[in-house]
């Protein structure tokens, strides 16, 4: 069992700045990639940007030269540093993380936090 939680999220006026961050926990063996999505009301979930195990990243084409994702993996976190933010930018921003754990037997699994609001004010 693992669980993702979020925190950062906020209300920001155009052209500030927000950190999120991604704790996760549980019986984690290993943690391969991790990414952000986000999602808006009557829309898909889309990929942000996303960091492996090996640290390479992939930004979607509206994060790239904004947004900068990160790990601390002695923490199990995941990190998203986004700079010059634009009101497109607001959304729900969803944690993922592709996990290995044992809980009772050893599972790969695709986890998902409950995401945090990010608001940006014109």
């Known amino acids: 069992q693992v669980q993702l939680v979020e925190s950062g999220g906020g209300l920001v006026q155009a052209g500030g700045s927000l950190r999120l961050s991604c704790a996760a926990s549980g019986s984690i063996v290993r943690i391969n990639a991790m990414a952000w999505y986000r999602q808006t009301p009557g829309k898909q979930r889309d990929l942000v940007a996303r960091i492996g195990s090996g640290d390479s990243t992939i930004y979607a084409d509206s994060a790239k030269g904004r947004f900068t994702i990160s790990r601390d993996n002695a923490e199990n976190t995941v990190h998203l540093q986004m700079r010059s933010l634009k009101p497109e930018d607001t959304a729900v921003y969803y944690c993922?993380?592709?996990?290995?754990?044992?809980?009772?037997?050893?599972?790969?699994?695709?986890?998902w936090g409950q995401g945090t609001q990010v608001t940006v004010s014109s």
């Open positions: 993922n993380a592709h996990v290995t754990s044992y809980f009772r037997t050893i599972d790969t699994n695709d986890y």
